[in-house]
T-cell receptor, first 114, second 114 residues
Framework: QQQVKQSPQSLIVQKGGISIINCAYE??????FPWYQQFPGKGPALLIA?????SEKKEGRFTISFNKSAKQFSLHIMDSQPGDSATYFC?????????????FGTGTRLTVIP | NAGVTQTPKFRILKIGQSMTLQCTQD?????MYWYRQDPGMGLKLIYY???????DKGEVPNGYNVSRSTTEDFPLRLELAAPSQTSVYFC?????????????FGPGTRLTVT
């Protein structure tokens, strides 16, 4: 079964708007939550990540919000730009296993309209 | 520094044929991974390796085999290709355990089995 659930499947936002992608998980042993960005024809690349000991992490226009009690986390892209058009994957892993195996969400295809 | 390279980029196989997907990294990473990406399903881990001579199964290992004789190379073998193995395959690597460490992905191999 899908260990990490992601929504929406696709998202269209006007330039300058806020893009919000949501993820939820069940395994409370997960302790590292990265977001990967993938452009067409390329492999995913790490965008931003969070540990559950903080509720928010911001890097430039990208912010992760984390709700440990609800087992949910979300990616907010402020002032969305056409260059942000890509597929975004949330993921989770349990670092104590040592293997750093990632469980990915199903992805969100973001389109930012100029 | 080429990062993670994968060959071939594209391949069409007939049912029952076999092939090896090649993956090489030049970052001296201990950890390497193989994922498959299907539309609307995100990325699923097939096999991973924590070092030369050590491999283990991921979420979807059936129909695949791997070996890790050197730190640099992590080939994925399909023995009897089936249409269900039509997918995009990504290889990734990351530094040693203890993380969290970023996974660096290759450009992918698009495989079609007909």
């Amino acid at each position: 079964q899908q260990q990490v659930k992601q929504s929406p499947q696709s998202l269209i936002v006007q330039k300058g708007g806020i893009s919000i992608i949501n993820c939820a998980y069940e395994n409370t042993a997960f302790d590292y939550f990265p977001w990967y960005q993938q452009f067409p024809g390329k492999g995913p690349a790490l965008l931003i990540a969070i540990r559950p000991d903080v509720s928010e992490k911001k890097e430039g226009r990208f912010t992760i919000s984390f709700n440990k009690s609800a087992k949910q986390f979300s990616l907010h892209i402020m002032d969305s730009q056409p260059g942000d058009s890509a597929t975004y994957f949330c993921a989770a892993t349990e670092l104590s296993t040592g293997a750093n195996n990632l469980f990915f969400g199903t992805g969100t295809r973001l389109t930012v309209i100029p | 520094n080429a990062g993670v390279t994968q060959t071939p980029k594209f391949r069409i196989l007939k049912i029952g044929q076999s092939m090896t997907l090649q993956c090489t990294q030049d970052m001296n990473h201990n950890y390497m991974y193989w994922y498959r990406q299907d539309p609307g399903m995100g990325l699923k881990l097939i096999y991973y390796s924590v070092g030369a001579g050590i491999t283990d199964k991921g979420e979807v290992p059936n129909g695949y085999n791997v070996s890790r004789s050197t730190t640099e190379d992590f080939p994925l073998r399909l023995e009897l290709a089936a249409p269900s193995q039509t997918s995009v395959y990504f290889c990734a690597s990351s530094p040693h355990s203890g993380g969290p460490y970023e996974q660096y992905f290759g450009p992918g191999t698009r495989l079609t089995v007909t």
